[in-house]
């Protein structure tokens, strides 16, 4: 199995910034998609940005050129920079993770515990 455990949230103004991060562990895996989503009360769970299996960047059109995900491969770590943040924003931030595992090649879908965010007017 791979466990994802995310940090860095917290309560932020808006027009703030904050700094997520995401760190995998488990057996011997490889990761080939990487990204994070949110989900606001009473809101279904969305795409915030990703790597995706392609090795491109997909961002959310509510984010673009506000947050920018990041990538450590070599430490199985992912860090989303969020910038201008704005009270849209507040929502519980989850590491999502697919790839396989090295040792049976099966496959493999992780979630983070989630990380709230909030961000006062």
């Known amino acids: 199995q791979v466990q994802l455990v995310e940090s860095g949230g917290g309560l932020v103004q808006a027009g703030g910034s904050l700094r997520l991060s995401c760190a995998a562990s488990?057996?011997?895996?490889?990761?080939?998609?990487m990204g994070w989503y949110r989900q606001a009360p009473g809101k279904q769970r969305e795409l915030v940005a990703a790597?995706?299996?392609?090795?491109?960047?997909n961002y959310a059109d509510s984010v673009k050129g506000r947050f920018t995900i990041s990538r450590d491969n070599a430490k199985n770590m992912m860090t989303l920079y969020m910038n201008n943040l704005k009270p849209e924003d507040t929502a519980v931030y989850y590491c999502?993770?697919?790839?396989?595992?090295?040792?049976?090649?099966?496959?493999?879908?992780?979630w983070g515990q989630g990380t709230q965010v909030t961000v006062s007017s």
């Open positions: 790597f995706t299996s392609g090795g491109s960047t």
């Open positions: 488990g057996s011997s895996f490889r990761i080939n998609a």
């Open positions: 999502n993770a697919q790839g396989w595992i090295a040792s049976s090649l099966r496959p493999f879908a992780s």
